[in-house]
């Protein structure tokens, strides 16, 4: 796979992430918060391991 395409797959996760925190603040979310807060803290661990892994975006090859 191309950096390019990895690098825009991982930018409609960081837009799905939004969309998690934003469904987060709905008061009628009941039991479901735990799952949409189970979401955010595995996607926010993959961001991390893709920043770590391509520091500022560096394509590798």
């Known amino acids: ?3 390019s395409a990895l ?3 991982i930018d409609v996760i960081r837009d799905k992430r939004q ?3 934003r469904l ?3 008061p009628n979310l009941g ?3 735990i799952d949409v807060n189970q ?3 595995e996607i ?3 961001l991390e391991e893709f920043d770590r892994a ?3 975006g560096e394509a590798v090859g």
Do not use: S
């Open 44 to 46: 926010d661990d993959l």
């Open 31 to 33: 039991t479901l918060k």
């Open 1 to 3: 796979m191309e950096f």
């Open 54 to 56: 391509f520091p500022a």
């Open 39 to 41: 979401a955010i803290e």
């Open 7 to 9: 690098r825009t797959r």
């Open 19 to 21: 969309a998690l925190l």
């Open 24 to 26: 987060l603040e709905q």
